[in-house]
Nanobody, 122 residues
Framework: VQLQAFGGGLVQAGGSLTLSCEAS????????MGWFRQDSGKEREFVAT????????YYADSVNGRFTIFRDNAKRMVWLLMQNLEPEDTAVYYC????????????????WGQGTLVTVSS
């Protein structure tokens, strides 16, 4: 099983960035996919999640309206489009897989990627 997240980098406040996550080694279409983030010294927090079909999406209040999660089961990929970025969005972003559901609870996710760093400068 592997989840490989990439696409992080340095961006100015107000800018955009798209994170990608490539999955392998498990039945991707059976899993909800989520993005979480963790800044140094802080707990990991929920960002966004999408159901196995892609039909339902949920966002943290802090990113709702700025971030968009979407997936392509044929490509075994999930993306997080981040717009109007703020310095508070600076963190390591992780993609994760949850069997059957798509919740905001990190402990429900069974597979995790290695993380990709996003830095937003003011």
């Amino acid at each position: 099983v592997q989840l490989q997240a990439f696409g992080g980098g340095l961006v100015q406040a107000g800018g955009s960035l798209t994170l990608s996550c490539e999955a392998s080694g498990f039945a991707f279409g059976d899993y909800g996919m989520g993005w979480f983030r963790q800044d140094s010294g802080k707990e990991r927090e929920f960002v966004a999640t999408v159901t196995w079909s892609g039909s339902s999406k949920y966002y943290a209040d802090s990113v709702n309206g700025r971030f968009t999660i979407f997936r392509d089961n044929a490509k075994r990929m999930v993306w997080l489009l981040m717009q109007n970025l703020e310095p508070e969005d600076t963190a390591v972003y992780y993609c994760a897989a949850e069997k059957g559901l798509a919740t905001k609870y990190a402990h429900n996710y069974v597979y995790w990627g290695q993380g990709t760093l996003v830095t937003v400068s003011s």
